[in-house]
C-alpha cells in the first residue's frame, strides 16, 4: 500500500506512533503513545522502528517532514506507512505529553512468548546485532552480555540499551572461531537468533549452567524461496534443530512455515541439574544413617 497522508482520528486506531522530530521538539511535548526517532536516524536506528508488516504513521510539527519520513519508511520496506496531514501543534493534545517516548520495536515474538518460563540471572546473546534482544532480556531484569563479530552493530546496542535506562556488556567475538570461547557453566540463559554455525552447539550445551535454558530461532530450508540466507550452510533441514543438543531437555519445539515466510525452527531447552546422590547407609545391625 503505497504511503498515504492521514486524518489525526484515523492515526488513533492501530497505528504505530512515530514522531520524527528533533530530540529537543519530542522532549518539549509529544502526542501520547508516540515513539520517537528523528527523521535524520531512520536509516542508522532501524533496529528500533516497530516490525515491517505494522502500520505506522510518521507525525511531525511540519506535514512535509512527516512525509518525507514515510516515504522513506516505504523505502525501507514498510508495507503500511503514511503521515499525519497537519501539524501535530494543531490537533488536541498534540504537545500535552512530556514523558518517554513509547517503545514501537520489538524483539523476536519467541523469545516474548517464553520469557515467563526462563530462569533469571545471566544471559548471554550470541550474534546480538543491533541488540533487540539483549536489551529486552535486559529490560527484564537480566544480566546481559551481547556478543557479536561487528563493532559497530554492538555500539547500537549499547546505544539502544542506554536510551532505556539499561547496561549491557558487549563483547566482540567471532562465533564462529570460539574467540574467546564460552566458559563452561556460566550462563543461566543463552539466546541465538538468525545464526547458524554448527560446530558451535556443543559449546553452548557446554556453556549453560545447570536448570539454564538455550531459546534459538533461525532459518530452515525453505527460506532460500524468500531471500536470504540462500546456502545450505546457513539453513537447517527440517527437525534438525530440535535434535541438535542431546545434553539438554526440550520444553518447546516449533518449525513455522506461513505460505509468505518466514521458514524458520525455534527452540527452548533446558540443562539438567545433576541427581542428588542417594544419602549413605550402613548394613550393619543397629546403625544409623547418621548421627542421632
Known sequence: M??????????????????????EAFRAGHL?????????????????LPPRDQPVVA????PEDARAAALALEAMGYHD???????????PGGHAEVGPATRLWRPAPFLEAVL???????????????????VFLALHGFEVEARDRAPEALARAADLAAR?????????????????????????????????HRPL??????????????????????????????????????GELAAAFPALEVIRSEEPGPPAGPITARLLARKPRPALAAPRRSDSPGSFPGPI
Open 201 to 238: 552447539f556443543r559449546a553452548i550445551e557446554a556453556a549453560l549452567a545447570p536448570g539454564g535454558m538455550l531459546v534459538y530461532e533461525t532459518y530452515r530450508v525453505g527460506q532460500e524461496r524468500f531471500g536470504r540466507p540462500c546456502s545450505r550452510r546457513y539453513l537447517l533441514e527440517s
Open 164 to 196: 532505556h535506562g539499561v547496561r549491557l556488556r558487549t563483547l566482540v567475538c567471532d562465533l564462529e572461531r570460539l574467540d574467546p570461547p564460552l566458559a563452561s557453566a556460566a550462563w543461566d540463559v543463552i539466546t541465538v537468533f538468525r545464526f547458524l
Open 116 to 134: 515467563p518460563l526462563l530462569p533469571r540471572g545471566r544471559a548471554v546473546d550470541l550474534a546480538a546485532g543491533s541488540g533487540r534482544e539483549a
Open 32 to 48: 501520547s503513545g508516540s515513539g520517537h526517532l528523528p527523521a535524520a536516524e531512520l536509516e542508522p536506528r532501524r533496529a528500533e
Open 81 to 91: 506507512v503514511a503521515w499525519l496531514d497537519r501539524s501535530l501543534a494543531a490537533i
Open 2 to 23: 503505497a504511503a498515504r497522508p492521514i486524518a489525526p482520528d484515523a492515526a488513533s486506531h492501530g497505528w504505530s506512533l512515530l514522531d520524527v522530530r528533533t530530540p
Open 59 to 62: 507525525l511531525s510539527d511540519d
